[in-house]
C-alpha cells in the first residue's frame, strides 16, 4: 500500500488524526528512544525482560516521532500496532523485515504486559531485539534529518 493511500485509509478509520508538534518534542521523542535503548543495554545481565521492553519502547518513541514530524499521530485501540504500520508505509518496502521484527517485538512485549507466564525473553532474544533497535534508530533519524535538511536537531 502506498504512502498516501495508507493516510487516506486510516484517516477514514479513524486509526489517525492530523497533529502538529514543535520541533522540540521531535528532538525530546528521539532523545527519550536513545535513552531507553541505553538503558535496555545497560540492564540487560540483570533482567532480559525489562530490557527487552525497554528496547521496544525506543522503538516505539522513534517511530511516534517520524509519524508526528509527518503531521499525525493515532488514536483509538491498538496505537502501537498503527505507529508501526505507519512507519512502514512511510519508509516503505525496502526496509519491511526491520518493521516485522518491530511488530513482533510489539506482540511479545504485548504478552510481557498482559500475559508473562506465557512468554520467556532469554538474553539472546534481547540481544538481537537491541541489534534490530539500533538499526531502526539509526534509520528513522537518518530520514528524520535528510527529509529536513533545514532544521537543526539535537540528536
Not at 535513552?35 to 543495554?41: A, F, S, Y
Not at 506465557?118 to 538499526?135: F, H, P, R, V
Request: hydrophobic content about 40%.
Amino acid at each position: 500500500m502506498t504512502y498516501s493511500r495508507f493516510i487516506e485509509e486510516y484517516l477514514s478509520k479513524g486509526l489517525i488524526k492530523r497533529q502538529r508538534v514543535g520541533l522540540d518534542q521531535i528532538n525530546k521523542l528521539i532523545q527519550q528512544s536513545r535513552q531507553e535503548l541505553n538503558d535496555g543495554i545497560k540492564i540487560l545481565g540483570i533482567s532480559p525482560k525489562v530490557s527487552y521492553t525497554c528496547v521496544y519502547n525506543a522503538m516505539l518513541y522513534a517511530a511516534r516521532a517520524m509519524m508526528l514530524l509527518n503531521g499525525f499521530r493515532p488514536i483509538g485501540f491498538n496505537q502501537h500496532k498503527t505507529v508501526i504500520e505507519f512507519a512502514g508505509a512511510y519508509i516503505g518496502d525496502n526496509y519491511k523485515v526491520l518493521f516485522q521484527k518491530f511488530d513482533t517485538m510489539r506482540k511479545k512485549r504485548n504478552l510481557l504486559m498482559y500475559e508473562p507466564w506465557k512468554l520467556d525473553i532469554s538474553g539472546t532474544d534481547t540481544k538481537n531485539a537491541i541489534k534490530s533497535a539500533e538499526d531502526f534508530l539509526s534509520l528513522i533519524m537518518r530520514k528524520i534529518k535528510e527529509e529536513n535538511p533545514q532544521e537543526e536537531f539535537k540528536f
